[in-house]
């Protein structure tokens, strides 16, 4: 079983490049000449303020780049403290990492201007918004500047990205032969010919016959490459899940259920942290099956508990959900939990979502009770508690979800999701960096850009939606909820 995908996504980043008195030599040794008409403190007085709203984009003209960087230089220079003049650039494009090469060496002067957000962008709007005491004059340089940049911007987002010419390739298929269980994320990139090249794993459960498996048909794909105004491009696929468990009957290996048995020890004598310890070093275990798989994240979610900390709580018991349900969804005959102990791990599940207020993840989880045990005493306990959030909601105009950015594999982009009950939502007390926002319903997908005065809204007549944030790993944020 397979989920994941391929391709660009659009996203937004906004660099408000304002004037102040807080520029340095180099400044000035750059632009000699560009303009005559500041004085004494106010020479080279560009103060370039960047207020990163939407990273993890890519330019592909480092040129384009430079255009667009010298003209806000040179905005910035010439306005001074006097006029303020600020420009107000919106890059929009596909995401790729990030290539710090493409920027001028010189540019991290600039209050680290050079940051990874900073690299490379598919398309371009532009626009001017002045502010001024007293009016004066832009320099021709800078005009010049944002003429190249318009004239530019045309070819540039005419961005198409890579299609599989076998769609049907893209999912992984493996042979009876492999009869252990294995999970695995793994990424490609696409070549200017179509070609697959830098496959490589990024986290599995360390079968190595099935990552080679996968690695062989990954690189046998075959793509029509990605395009920018018609030449053929590199493009990156998106990080893609694999999973593969068969229905037999699973026992926890000896050298692995020694230290289980360990860590609950430790947990009954209340050393939450020695047990917490063993439970990472489970979750980590070379070669574990499905059944060990959920083994350390029953005890895991037991010692993130007991330390409250309600999102890692969540987050295991919602890997114990994951497997389970493929079980029960394909029909097995073996499972990994006894249906009294996973109804009870789903009514847990239904408080932290509720008590989070993530209502819509509450709901789901809330149906797959019914569909396994309806009238049971626990699942009206469950349905009861949703009942109480759901009030919550409709008596509360804005509802907030408190959420951190977790990292799909090491060193990997990190993202956090969450179902939507309402159709207009903002994000608000970032503690980290957001890098984009996603909504995902039925009907398809789009980057939601970055808004700091009116909450995003989900278009008319879609459904189902829910919202899937990327940025820095342990970001922290509130995503709210807003009523029509």
């Known amino acids: 079983?397979?989920?994941?995908?391929?391709?660009?996504?659009?996203?937004?980043?906004?660099?408000s490049f304002a004037g102040s008195a807080a520029a340095g030599p180099v400044c000035a040794a750059l632009i000699s000449g560009a303009s005559s008409r500041m004085s004494g403190s106010s020479k080279c007085a560009a103060g370039i303020r960047v207020r990163r709203m939407i990273s993890d984009w890519h330019i592909h003209d480092r040129y384009l780049f430079k255009v667009l960087l010298t003209s806000a230089v040179f905005t910035g220079l010439y306005s001074g403290p006097v006029c303020r003049d600020r420009i107000v650039f919106v890059l929009q494009g596909g995401c790729q990492p990030p290539r710090p090469d493409l920027l001028f060496p010189w540019a991290a002067r600039y209050r680290q201007l050079v940051h990874s957000s900073l690299s490379r962008c598919n398309g371009v709007v532009m626009w001017f918004r002045k502010s001024c005491q007293r009016k004066r004059?832009?320099?021709?340089?800078?005009?010049?500047?944002?003429?190249?940049?318009?004239?530019?911007s045309g070819t540039w987002a005419q961005y198409e990205p890579a299609r599989n010419l076998?769609?049907?390739?893209?999912?992984?298929?493996?042979?009876?032969?492999?009869?252990?269980?294995?999970?695995?994320?793994?990424?490609?990139?696409?070549?200017?010919?179509?070609?697959?090249?830098?496959?490589?794993?990024?986290?599995?459960?360390?079968?190595?016959?099935?990552?080679?498996?996968?690695?062989d048909q990954v690189r046998s794909m075959r793509f029509q490459p990605a395009t920018r105004g018609g030449t053929p491009v590199q493009s990156s696929a998106n990080p893609v899940i694999f999973t593969w468990i068969l229905d037999k009957q699973r026992e926890m290996g000896p050298a692995f259920a020694e230290r289980s048995t360990e860590a609950w020890d430790l947990f009954a004598s209340g050393d939450y942290a020695a047990a917490g310890t063993i439970a990472s070093e489970l979750l980590a275990f070379p070669g574990r099956n499905a059944l060990e798989e959920v083994k350390a994240s029953l005890l895991a979610a037991a010692v993130s508990h007991r330390l409250g900390d309600n999102g890692a709580e969540t987050r295991h018991l919602g890997r114990v959900m994951e497997l389970q349900s493929l079980a029960l969804d394909n029909n097995f005959r073996h499972g990994y939990v006894p249906t009294e102990q996973y109804l009870k791990v789903l009514s847990r599940l239904v408080t932290l979502h509720a008590e989070g207020n993530r209502l819509g993840d509450a709901g789901v989880v809330l149906d797959r009770m019914q569909a396994l045990a309806r009238g049971e005493p626990v699942v009206q306990q469950a349905a009861a508690r949703y009942v109480e959030a759901e009030n919550f909601f409709r008596n509360n105009q804005d509802v907030a979800a408190a959420g951190e950015l977790v990292a799909l594999y090491p060193g990997g982009a990190a993202t956090w999701k969450l179902r939507l009950t309402r159709d207009q939502f903002y994000i608000s007390d970032v503690s980290g960096s957001v890098s984009s926002v996603f909504l995902i319903c039925a009907q398809g997908q789009r980057v939601m850009a970055r808004s700091s005065k009116q909450p995003w809204r989900v278009p008319a007549g879609w459904d189902q939606c829910k919202v899937d944030v990327s940025g820095t790993v342990g970001t922290r944020l509130l995503l709210h909820q807003v009523s029509s």
């Open 1 to 15: 079983m397979t989920k994941g995908g391929q391709g660009a996504a659009a996203t937004r980043i906004l660099l």
């Open 137 to 152: 004059a832009l320099p021709a340089a800078t005009w010049f500047c944002l003429l190249c940049l318009g004239f530019s």
């Open 166 to 215: 076998d769609p049907a390739s893209a999912s992984i298929r493996l042979g009876t032969q492999f009869q252990d269980d294995a999970w695995l994320v793994y990424t490609y990139d696409i070549d200017v010919q179509g070609n697959v090249t830098n496959a490589a794993i990024r986290r599995s459960n360390g079968v190595t016959e099935v990552e080679t498996a996968v690695l």
